[in-house]
Structure formats: C-alpha cells, structure tokens
C-alpha cells in the first residue's frame, strides 16, 4: 500500500502561482510513476501532469503546458507541482496519485490517491 498526502492548495489571483506538495509513504518501491489530476465542480477527472518515480520523464496535458512544472525529490519520496500563471478555469480540486503500471496514463489506471486539494483562482 501507499498513502499520499497533499498540501498546497489554495486561492489565488489570476496569473498568480502556487506550488502543490505530495508525500508518499509505504510502498515506495512499487510505484512507477507519480502525478497530478484535477476534477472541476461537474466535470470529469482530468490529467493535469505525471513524472516517472525513478528516471524522472514528464508529461503534461496540452492546456497545462508551459505554465506547470511537475518535479520529484526522491530522498523524501515528495511529488511537487508548480503552478505558474493561474487562470480562473485551472479552478478545481487536485488530487495526487501513483501508478504501479506503465502505459497511457488515466484516472483508471491510477493505483492509489491522495484526498485531494482545492485550487481556486479568482479576483
């Protein structure tokens, strides 16, 4: 098993930042990767971002790219997300989550996930 919390949420103005945190325990070495999903008041669960636990490749979705930075510090099994240039529609709550399997990456594929954390960006 794996437990992951998050923190690091919160409200911020638009075209502000904010930097997501989640900590993994247990488990660690069964996790092949680690990554960020968001879900909007009624709306799906959407990828927002992933990174391989162990050689560190990236990926993002297409509306996140170039203003979101995913990075891992594997000394203290820690997920960050930066979050750079905030609009109103990033508003959501994010939850972190790790895969034990490879492949394309999606909310079902998704192994074990954090209790999330909301993201509100408003004037």
């Known amino acids: 098993q794996v437990q992951l919390v998050e923190s690091g949420g919160g409200l911020v103005q638009p075209g502000g930042s904010l930097r997501l945190s989640c900590a993994a325990s247990?488990?660690?070495?069964?996790?092949?990767?680690m990554g960020w999903f968001r879900q909007a008041p009624g709306k799906e669960r959407e990828f927002v971002s992933v990174i391989i636990w162990s050689g560190g490749s990236t990926a993002y979705a297409d509306s996140v790219k170039g203003r979101f930075a995913i990075s891992r510090d594997k000394a203290k099994n820690t997920v960050y997300l930066q979050m750079n240039s905030l609009k109103p529609e990033d508003t959501a709550v994010y939850y972190c989550?790790?895969?034990?399997?490879?492949?394309?990456?999606?909310?079902?594929?998704?192994?074990?996930w954090g209790q999330g954390t909301q993201v509100t960006v408003s004037s």
């Open positions: 247990g488990s660690i070495f069964s996790i092949n990767d």
């Open positions: 989550a790790a895969r034990r399997v490879t492949g394309p990456v999606t909310a079902r594929s998704v192994d074990y």
